[in-house]
């Protein structure tokens, strides 16, 4: 039985769509833009006004680092407070989506480059529901998290999102969810809430990264540890990197892209996010 029979047991209901559902890249940045009102979490509560509601979420999340490729596969994932040092309403919250086994199944049934575990022990963590809950606040669409292996390297997860396009077929939406830039031991605190502000180093790699996304160049970008000084400051270690290969993998031909909280924070992040179709 081929794989797209068989995610037909989810989506039997669902005309294939003759448009692929977007995908995204989120800039997830604090915790904190999970409960406040800011610039950044208002152009997420927009952004789901804009592009077609989904049949489900499935978001791959800098903070779920695993080793082999994991993805959740239980009725109601828990909401997972995966930090400290935060005020006691953000450790308040819970966004109560429920998952889906069935999706689950069907999405690792698509990976052949993987053996997929299904997982029944994480949840959503923060680089899925501070962005989710203010998407689809009600939390009725089933939400999802694929892992990253970090026994692999950049192209490995570019090759692996190619296997989910079947999912954009289906309305599926598909979030990687990390930051471009993301170096927190040079963050200049005294200056995180100073709008826009980043070191010269950021702000031009961030500009050399999204030159690249545009160009549909997507070489150096999955051989970024050739990319010089610039881009090791910004990457020092791969987690929030990683989302973004599943949003480049995911593009199809010509499809649109487009950027949006295209901002640096406290010196050494930034908050860019990609659209793509």
Do not use: C
């Not at 998952?99 to 029944?120: D, F, Y």
């Not at 150096?220 to 949003?247: D, F, K, S, V, W």
């Amino acid at each position: 039985m081929s794989t797209l029979t068989e995610f037909k047991n989810f989506t039997g209901n669902l005309p294939e769509q003759q448009q692929l559902m977007p995908v995204l890249f989120i800039g997830h940045g604090s915790p904190m833009n999970g409960i406040e009102d800011t610039a950044f979490s208002r152009r997420w509560t927009q952004m789901a006004k804009e592009i077609p509601t989904p049949s489900a979420v499935l978001v791959v999340s800098a903070h779920w680092f695993t080793q082999g490729t994991k993805i959740t596969a239980m009725d109601f994932p828990e909401t997972i407070h995966d930090f400290g040092g935060f005020p006691p309403a953000l450790f308040a919250v819970q966004y109560p989506a429920p998952g889906n086994p069935v999706l689950a199944k069907e999405t690792a049934s698509l990976i052949h480059s993987a053996k997929v575990e299904l997982n029944h022990d994480w949840g959503l963590d923060h680089g899925t529901w501070t962005v989710v809950r203010h998407m689809y606040p009600e939390a009725k669409i089933p939400v999802l998290q694929l892992s990253i292996d970090y026994t692999k390297g950049p192209q490995y997860h570019y090759d692996l999102a190619r296997e989910l396009l079947a999912l954009r077929k289906k309305g599926v939406l598909i979030i990687g969810s990390g930051n471009m830039v993301h170096n927190l031991r040079m963050v200049a605190w005294d200056k995180i809430n100073q709008t826009g502000y980043g070191y010269d180093w950021a702000l031009d790699i961030n500009e050399k990264f999204k030159s690249l996304i545009t160009e549909n160049d997507h070489k150096p970008l999955i051989n970024y540890a050739q990319m010089g000084r610039e881009a090791m400051l910004a990457i020092p270690t791969p987690e929030h990197y990683l989302p973004l290969m599943y949003t480049l993998g995911l593009k199809s031909g010509n499809e649109k892209v487009s950027f949006f909280n295209d901002q640096a924070v406290g010196g050494s992040l930034t908050m860019t996010s990609v659209k793509i179709g």
